[in-house]
């Protein structure tokens, strides 16, 4: 009798239940004989149930929305669960410098000579393998540990994501909107692989947390928050070792402050200053890091391949063979990471006046923008690496999971770059998130460009859409306020 009148209590949540096991019944005979198409729709039921569940709980159990902790561990639940699920069914090969990035973490962790060239010249692509050795040190060598690590930080994104827009957004919309950033399915996948791209975007995240913190305060005097600002520069120099755009934030930050601020006092510059050369400070130690690993110094105009590569109008600024066998040249000639770096530099900007002369510089720039509405190059990493041992092997999904990763991935972007254009910077955090978007982009029109590079971006392009569009609805909101009265 109890359990029927439990049932009718709850008679919704039971039919929706039912109905979803019937569904999930129905759907693994047929799906089954076309697997190609299994993970696109277990991804789109998926983000249905999730939508449920907070119908659900909205509507019965309101009062624990509420609570904050709550919230927190309901978020997670929903972006840990599809990720684990990724990470069980999809098992695939690190190939090219994803396998890299391991192998070199295995022998850091083993206490073998890393006394390469390659590192001397580009030192921050040792970096997330030496982060990735200081776990495989403590829990031992093995695929897990690197999962585990992907999704720890994963974890530390998620609870900023939220947090986030629990300060900048209306809050009864803020768990709704965390879910459109988590369940992106692009950031779902990158998972899988092993590159620092979780690390770097949950730092970032965590640094636009402590700057929402700092600039929230109704406490006009910042002084106090000195601790904030110390931990925020040494984040920020943590966020650049990983990747070297990390600097950008820090640059974002200072032109809100000192150009864009209405006013700028002592107050100001000391908090600048501090930020500053705590970065410095931290970038220091982490250069030390990587000389004593590597047996170079860091090498000057460090980004001059780079900028070589990006400057190549037949390749679209992507990495090309004739590129690749000229380095493999200069090389095997020069032994000084410096000397390398200097003479790409140079005939990079050999390369853009040249550009520049034949006219082609802005059509050379549109060229490299489509890498921002590229996303075949994670579903083709997935298809191409499967193994044979994985729990679910994937047969021609590369095309299906591209369109996927592609409506949702061009949808945002085209939201973000209409919130850029249209949102007034009234917010202050909104305006750093917006100078660091642009400063990004911007920086790839000049360097090399490839599609794993905006792994970094698949969490903060959704955030600026989001805020820009409630920016947008409240400068709506306050327009039609004054007009009725």
Aim: aromatic fraction near 14%.
């Amino acid at each position: 009798m109890k359990l029927f009148r439990l049932i009718l209590k709850n008679i919704e949540l039971c039919v929706i239940v039912l109905f979803t096991l019937f569904f999930s019944i129905v759907f693994y005979r047929e799906i089954s004989h076309t697997p190609s198409l299994l993970i696109p729709i277990f991804y789109i039921i998926y983000c249905i149930l999730t939508i449920i569940s907070y119908i659900v709980i909205k509507k019965k159990y309101n009062h624990y929305l509420e609570n904050k902790w709550f919230c927190i561990l309901y978020i997670l639940i929903i972006g840990m669960m599809i990720r684990i699920i990724s990470l069980h069914f999809i098992n695939i090969e690190q190939k090219g410098d994803y396998s890299i990035y391991l192998n070199t973490a295995s022998k850091l962790a083993l206490g073998k000579n890393i006394n390469n060239l390659y590192y001397g010249i580009f030192p921050h692509a040792i970096h997330y393998p030496i982060a990735l050795s200081l776990f495989y040190k403590l829990f031992g060598v093995s695929k897990l540990i690197v999962s585990a690590v992907h999704l720890l930080f994963s974890l530390i994104e998620i609870v900023c994501i939220y947090l986030l827009m629990e300060k900048t957004i209306i809050k009864k919309y803020s768990i709704i909107a965390t879910f459109l950033i988590i369940l992106n399915p692009s950031s779902i996948l990158i998972v899988l692989f092993t590159g620092g791209e979780s690390i770097y975007s949950s730092l970032i995240f965590v640094c636009l947390l402590i700057i929402a913190n700092i600039y929230s305060s109704s406490n006009s005097n910042k002084s106090k928050h000195i601790g904030l600002y110390i931990i925020l520069g040494l984040l920020l120099s943590f966020a650049n070792f990983f990747r070297p755009t990390g600097i950008i934030l820090i640059i974002a930050l200072i032109l809100s402050e000192l150009l864009i601020n209405n006013s700028y006092n002592k107050k100001i510059i000391i908090r600048v200053c501090t930020i500053c050369l705590t970065f410095i400070l931290g970038n220091m130690i982490f250069q030390n890091i990587t000389t004593k690993i590597t047996g170079f110094q860091t090498p000057q105009k460090s980004f001059g391949w780079n900028l070589y590569v990006g400057a190549n109008y037949n390749s679209k600024g992507t990495w090309n063979s004739e590129d690749g066998q000229l380095f493999k040249d200069i090389i095997a000639k020069e032994n000084d990471p410096s000397e390398i770096q200097t003479y790409f530099f140079d005939l990079s900007i050999k390369r853009y006046k040249n550009l520049i002369k034949q006219r082609k510089l802005l059509h050379h720039f549109m060229n490299k923008s489509f890498i921002w509405s590229r996303e075949s190059y994670i579903p083709t990493l997935i298809s191409e690496g499967q193994l044979s041992g994985s729990n679910y092997k994937l047969s021609g999904v590369d095309k299906v999971i591209t369109f996927l990763c592609f409506i949702y991935q061009n949808i945002v972007f085209i939201i973000m770059l209409l919130s850029l254009l249209f949102c007034k910077k009234q917010n202050f955090l909104y305006r750093i998130i917006s100078l660091y978007m642009i400063g990004s982009i911007c920086l790839f029109m000049l360097v090399e460009t490839a599609t794993r590079y905006k792994f970094a971006y698949y969490s903060i392009i959704p955030t600026i859409a989001i805020i820009g569009c409630f920016n947008l609805y409240d400068s709506y909101i306050v327009k039609k306020d004054i007009k009725l009265h």
